[in-house]
């Protein structure tokens, strides 16, 4: 969809201008103390000569020139005949701060709201909201905004869209925060979030993409959104509330609509490197980091350096706790440092500086350059709280310092952040100084150290080996079937997934030929979609040598099934080599609703149950990718070599993931889910054998065999 | 240690009382600033007539009444001296912060460290620091303290004692932080951290007490003033790096003492219920919140009540994250709701009450009030964010809404406190309104319900079923022995361990007559204090039916054994009933150098080595706290019915961590270290057995026979 008419317009016009306190009080107030050219905004009202002291049109028709976007700031009723007034005079976008339509969860609203989607379609107009608080643009400074805010300059590279008005004010009043655009999405049936997005990936002046979002409508979209922004390197980032039972509950009433599973969401954005935040103030910090910062850190390794014990303790632990890699100093910069600090100090990685480094500008700046000098560090934290009723020189030596360093490194200067132990906005001068230097400073440490996690994690993706697409298929639901085992397994085979040599007996000369000729013992079961419990009806035997005792177990177990359940049609009896053990896998499927197939990895037994140690990745699924899914289970250590064992064949069980998620992308349509349950993985060298497996399908059997 | 003359004076001399910038300088300005009566106050120096137009005294002799404390501004050669001539003035305390001591790491600084602490000593006076910031008493309106603050009133009940001069500031810059004591310690050998916290436990004015500490330096009065809190119920909050290996360096270089692990730290405070934080804002947060509400929540349950979606979804996802219990409302909840919320609210906990509530006192103090009559309800969380550059008219309605309920319900007002999702303090208008009503303004999520948690785990903790000690032993290092496994268990079974009847036979005789009498299948193994590996050289024997094969493995063993280890001496063959297997665990002691034995219980496999799934608590241990340890285990379920198995017997494993605990604790003075591995736990009624048991001592084995 076409937002330019919308988000960059040529020509505004303000229906229902007004100076009264509400959306067109408001609007009008927003546009006269911001935007100093108003020669192509109009204010419209039917009663009114002048708003403000400037003067009015009665109506859209009236205005002298094409208008492109109509900010109606009047009430449900007289909306749709607005909008067809200005189609006509060239409207390509509209804000619909109104409410009446879905948010209320009335039919009549409901029928509102398609209403209003239909006219907007059959006109062409690219509709905010309804029920939003509208937009500003503050790359060409347009103001269509329905809450005032103290004056201050926002402009700077931060592009936020947001589903609740209510987030999209808290990200405008932070300190420091500075944007492209600021766009409250309201209930985005129209123009849809995926639309936005796609907005801010492709604007230039936007550097980050800051997102709230209550679900996803268009999973393609948000994929091909998702993958255009990966390959630019450009950050999305994206708080959704959904994580827990009661979150996703809350989420899925709020939109109204069935969202997809959230552990499904949160494989996805891994799968394109979107970067997803816990809350608010992760999203702004994450948001203001990213923007602030001149360039990307080029390896994901930190210094920490801080004035005093307690603060280097406090950063090495929460540092440590998200994982914060920080590598030892070379020998160099050792040396350098010792020279540099006073001999009690004892220069380490996180460093403790000792405060008597904070009087003099010189030695700070000379501590700084050397750390930032050395070749293992690719971004320096500067622990620091910028103090503001406590008198503390130190600051003005310390900031002198770091000006010094950062002015004279220019385009080499590697990334610096300041953290601060107690809340980071409190001296507001001086974190405006160190913003316009291209330093931020963060929140206290717990949110600041997630955020440099999410950081290093952002820049250590590649999106190169990825699979930069989903296997969306047609929404399926109603009745489902199940595969037998031996179909099952034969489907899975077709996509390259090492299921044992196997057939389906129908008399016990089959089985005694098939025993002849297989070196191991065999199982064999019934071989029927009627019987689900086979060892019940005595439909299993294991452990058959030769021909005599193949021939044996088939009778036995015709004679016991049929006596026991002589209503079942039997296809034969299912005879496979029994697979020798192996370390126990289960690898599963669930084709998301929304997503598409989502592929499960796990080690047997209690690691899944009781840890919820597994893996879950959106099919299509590479190889590197189905290796990165392996390393990132605890159990990981089980594959690879535990305790002087053998190490398993970690190749070939990336083979079978790959082409697991093969077969389901290719059944995207029809696959409700598969179970693997236990794959065995050999040691090197001898592969995986799959012992049991389980597909069930949408539709009906019958329906299948045609 | 007596403080009283340290930290309540009833007179005060100022040693090296000045204008310039320093100690002195700043000392005397924050005196002539905050304290109105100065009748007891006296500025020193010995070439000064007056100081700020105050005059001047020479010397401290010259002071016209007796002196209680010294505030020493000057350097460390003069302090000495000084201690001696304040000492004839009957002075019992003395601020001293020169540094130039034990910090600097030189053999001079611990020289004049040992100096300072003798003569201390010897004097009778308690001395704050060396190199120090000093203290303020609020209660009393004393000032001795080095750094400039802004003026405002911080009175109030937060009693801070913090090692690092630095945290010390940030705490005192934090705003409507409001203390009783804010103590900077400095080295703290002379006046500890454990006096400090004792002083403030005592403390009538003292609500919550706050700490930062680097190291404990006496175990045994930490133990008794935790106690002493837990006692009381009064909330101690610590901090203390070193939860990282980078951090536990820092913390021990930085005190230059040898500390326990953190673990164990970190277990002690929880049995005493100390409450641990993370990083300086929590240790703010917490101790604003718990200074700041009237009273504490009889329940650990949690309504949450937010004006959007968005911001409710994420306060159930960040809540139940940290494990906070948000229960369903009653039906008369629900129904109450439903009448005063618009038509598409859909009451639940968390409550999206929608914007509309937002713009009415009225309505949305009957919100609240319907909420907070809930009975399954303890505390109330208001989502929302006290904006400041957005104008925003909902904050002067809710806050009337929330003076209305809490005027109105007086004493009986369930606790209150408000969760912004940006930071807190940036409105400082409301924060202090709603901190005056009794409401803390917490910070943003992610610490909000960091602190919630530790609020919901310090009023569930009861004192009453734990042990409040710890067996702290004498320390000891160098040569250690193991006992033979028979001995082991011998020792164990003496403090009711549940160890098999097994005997060391010394003749084939003896093995046959043993085996005469046991039923079970039998085990035997060379009993040798010189073989480790008695595998290895044949030295045992498994599945021993009746005498005949006993004799026969006995011969054997002895046989193997004597040719390939001919000069190891041979103590007998120790013979045992296999045990039967149950479910594997591992329990295990290490005896901490600081805070005495300290139990670990995991289950076995790979679940303690993987997934770090063990639970480790300072001996002695009651039942109730071994149950504690038993159910925070995430394998706990494999105990309790797994999958529809039999539950095990929890209470003989209850009693036999108990027993380990008595026998560590007798053995506090000699026990390097225990493990039981493994023990089988067997189904309810049917206790456990003790398959493997090997102690370490202190000492040589001769030694122990002595």
Same mark, same amino acid.
């Given at each position: 969809?076409d937002l330019?008419?919308?988000?960059?317009?040529?020509?505004v016009a303000v229906?229902?201008?007004?100076?009264?306190?509400?959306f067109?009080?408001?609007v009008?107030?927003?546009?006269?103390?911001?935007?100093?050219d108003?020669s &192509?905004?109009?204010?419209i009202h039917?009663?009114?000569?002048?708003?403000f002291?400037?003067?009015?049109?009665k109506?859209v028709?009236?205005?002298p020139?094409? @208008?492109?976007?109509?900010?109606?700031?009047?009430s449900?009723?007289?909306?749709?005949?607005?909008?067809r007034e200005?189609?006509?005079?060239?409207c390509?976008?509209? @804000?619909?701060?109104?409410s009446g339509y879905g948010?209320?969860g009335?039919?009549?609203?409901r029928a509102?709201?398609k209403?209003?989607?239909?006219?907007?379609?059959?006109?062409g107009i690219?509709?905010?909201?309804?029920?939003?608080?509208?937009f500003?643009?503050?790359?060409?400074?347009?103001?269509?905004?329905?809450?005032i805010?103290?004056k201050?300059?926002?402009k700077? $590279?931060?592009g936020?869209v947001?589903?609740s008005?209510?987030?999209?004010?808290s990200?405008m009043?932070?300190?420091?925060m500075?944007?492209?655009?600021s766009?409250?999405a309201?209930?985005?049936?129209?123009?849809?979030m995926?639309?936005y997005?796609?907005?801010?990936v492709?604007?230039e002046?936007?550097k980050?993409?800051?997102?709230?979002i209550?679900?996803?409508?268009?999973?393609?979209?948000?994929?091909? @959104?998702?993958?255009k922004?990966?390959?630019r390197?450009?950050?999305?980032v994206?708080?959704?509330?959904?994580?827990?039972?009661?979150?996703g509950a809350?989420?899925?009433? &709020?939109?109204?609509?069935?969202?997809?599973?959230d552990?499904?969401?949160?494989?996805?954005?891994?799968?394109f490197?979107?970067?997803?935040?816990?809350?608010?103030?992760e999203?702004?910090?994450? $948001?203001?980091?990213? $923007?602030?910062?001149k360039?990307?850190?080029?390896?994901?390794t930190?210094?920490?350096?801080?004035?005093?014990?307690? %603060?280097t303790g406090i950063?090495?632990d @929460?540092g440590s706790l998200?994982?914060?890699?920080?590598?030892d100093?070379?020998e160099e910069?050792?040396?350098?440092?010792k020279?540099q600090?006073?001999?009690y100090a004892?220069p380490? /990685?996180?460093?403790?500086m000792?405060?008597?480094?904070s009087?003099?500008?010189d030695?700070?700046?000379?501590?700084?350059?050397?750390?930032?000098?050395?070749? /293992?560090i690719?971004?320096?934290?500067?622990g620091?709280?910028?103090?503001?009723?406590?008198a503390?020189?130190?600051?003005?030596?310390?900031?002198?310092?770091?000006?010094?360093v950062?002015?004279?490194k220019g385009?080499?200067?590697?990334?610096?952040?300041m953290i601060?132990f107690?809340?980071?906005?409190r001296?507001?001068?001086?974190?405006?100084?160190?913003f316009?230097?291209?330093?931020p400073?963060?929140?206290?440490?717990?949110?600041a150290f997630?955020?440099?996690?999410r950081l290093?994690?952002?820049?250590?993706?590649?999106p190169?080996?990825k699979s930069?697409s989903?296997a969306?298929?047609?929404k399926k639901?109603?009745?489902t079937?199940?595969?037998?085992?031996h179909?099952?397994k034969?489907?899975l085979?077709?996509?390259?997934?090492p299921?044992?040599?196997e057939?389906?007996?129908?008399?016990?000369e089959e089985?005694?030929?098939?025993?002849?000729?297989t070196?191991?013992a065999?199982?064999?079961k019934?071989e $029927?979609?009627?019987?689900? &419990?086979?060892?019940?009806?005595?439909?299993v035997?294991?452990n058959? &040598?030769?021909?005599?005792e193949a021939?044996?177990?088939?009778?036995?177990?015709?004679e016991?099934v049929?006596?026991?359940?002589p209503?079942?049609k039997?296809?034969g009896?299912l005879?496979?080599?029994?697979l020798?053990?192996?370390?126990?896998m289960?690898i599963?499927v /669930?084709?998301?609703p929304?997503f598409g197939p989502m592929v499960m990895?796990?080690m047997?037994?209690?690691?899944v %149950?009781?840890?919820?140690?597994?893996?879950l990745?959106?099919?299509?699924?590479s190889?590197?990718?189905?290796?990165?899914?392996l390393r990132s289970?605890k159990?990981?250590?089980?594959?690879?070599?535990y305790?002087g064992?053998?190490?398993?064949d970690i190749?070939?069980?990336c083979d079978?993931?790959?082409?697991?998620?093969d077969?389901a992308?290719?059944?995207?349509?029809?696959?409700?889910?598969?179970?693997?349950?236990p794959?065995?993985?050999y040691? %090197?060298?001898e592969?995986?054998?799959?012992?049991d497996?389980?597909?069930?399908k949408?539709g009906?059997?019958?329906e299948?065999?045609?």
């Amino acid at each position: 969809m076409d937002l330019t008419k919308l988000l960059k317009p040529k020509s505004v016009a303000v229906i229902g201008a007004s100076e009264k306190e509400g959306f067109g009080g408001d609007v009008c107030r927003n546009i006269l103390s911001y935007m100093e050219d108003r020669s &192509h905004v109009y204010f419209i009202h039917p009663k009114r000569d002048q708003v403000f002291g400037v003067p009015c049109y009665k109506s859209v028709t009236d205005v002298p020139e094409s @208008v492109d976007l109509m900010v109606i700031c009047t009430s449900q009723k007289t909306v749709i005949p607005l909008l067809r007034e200005g189609a006509a005079k060239g409207c390509g976008g509209a @804000v619909v701060f109104a409410s009446g339509y879905g948010e209320v969860g009335t039919d009549q609203g409901r029928a509102n709201e398609k209403e209003l989607m239909e006219t907007a379609k059959e006109l062409g107009i690219a509709v905010m909201g309804p029920n939003c608080a509208g937009f500003v643009n503050y790359v060409d400074n347009v103001q269509a905004f329905a809450f005032i805010s103290d004056k201050r300059d926002r402009k700077g $590279s931060v592009g936020v869209v947001s589903q609740s008005g209510q987030l999209c004010l808290s990200l405008m009043d932070c300190p420091g925060m500075r944007f492209s655009y600021s766009i409250s999405a309201g209930n985005g049936k129209i123009v849809q979030m995926e639309d936005y997005m796609d907005f801010l990936v492709e604007d230039e002046n936007t550097k980050v993409v800051s997102i709230y979002i209550e679900g996803v409508k268009n999973a393609d979209k948000f994929a091909a @959104v998702l993958k255009k922004a990966a390959d630019r390197r450009k950050p999305v980032v994206i708080l959704k509330a959904g994580r827990s039972a009661k979150g996703g509950a809350i989420a899925a009433s &709020h939109t109204g609509s069935l969202s997809g599973s959230d552990a499904s969401f949160d494989a996805v954005l891994k799968k394109f490197g979107a970067i997803r935040v816990d809350d608010l103030e992760e999203l702004m910090a994450m $948001s203001l980091m990213l $923007s602030t910062l001149k360039q990307m850190p080029k390896q994901a390794t930190f210094a920490s350096m801080n004035l005093s014990g307690g %603060e280097t303790g406090i950063c090495a632990d @929460v540092g440590s706790l998200n994982g914060i890699e920080y590598p030892d100093f070379t020998e160099e910069t050792l040396a350098s440092l010792k020279a540099q600090l006073p001999s009690y100090a004892s220069p380490n /990685n996180p460093l403790d500086m000792t405060a008597s480094l904070s009087y003099d500008a010189d030695l700070y700046a000379g501590a700084l350059r050397t750390v930032m000098d050395d070749p /293992n560090i690719g971004m320096v934290l500067i622990g620091y709280t910028l103090l503001l009723e406590i008198a503390d020189p130190a600051i003005h030596y310390m900031y002198e310092g770091i000006e010094k360093v950062v002015k004279e490194k220019g385009e080499n200067c590697k990334p610096i952040a300041m953290i601060p132990f107690a809340e980071n906005t409190r001296n507001a001068e001086y974190q405006e100084k160190l913003f316009n230097m291209g330093v931020p400073v963060l929140p206290p440490t717990v949110y600041a150290f997630k955020i440099l996690r999410r950081l290093a994690d952002f820049i250590s993706y590649t999106p190169e080996n990825k699979s930069l697409s989903l296997a969306v298929g047609q929404k399926k639901s109603g009745e489902t079937y199940a595969l037998s085992e031996h179909d099952s397994k034969k489907e899975l085979g077709a996509y390259g997934v090492p299921v044992p040599k196997e057939v389906i007996v129908t008399s016990a000369e089959e089985a005694a030929e098939f025993a002849k000729d297989t070196e191991e013992a065999l199982v064999m079961k019934v071989e $029927s979609a009627d019987i689900l &419990h086979k060892s019940d009806v005595g439909g299993v035997k294991l452990n058959i &040598h030769g021909s005599c005792e193949a021939v044996r177990a088939y009778n036995d177990i015709m004679e016991s099934v049929t006596s026991k359940r002589p209503d079942a049609k039997i296809n034969g009896i299912l005879t496979v080599p029994m697979l020798k053990s192996g370390v126990e896998m289960i690898i599963g499927v /669930n084709n998301d609703p929304q997503f598409g197939p989502m592929v499960m990895v796990g080690m047997g037994g209690v690691f899944v %149950e009781l840890f919820k140690d597994v893996a879950l990745y959106p099919a299509p699924i590479s190889k590197a990718e189905a290796l990165d899914m392996l390393r990132s289970l605890k159990s990981f250590k089980l594959l690879n070599g535990y305790r002087g064992g053998k190490k398993c064949d970690i190749d070939a069980l990336c083979d079978t993931i790959v082409s697991i998620a093969d077969f389901a992308s290719a059944n995207r349509d029809t696959l409700k889910e598969l179970d693997i349950n236990p794959l065995f993985v050999y040691p %090197e060298g001898e592969g995986v054998g799959v012992a049991d497996a389980l597909v069930v399908k949408y539709g009906s059997r019958e329906e299948s065999r045609l």
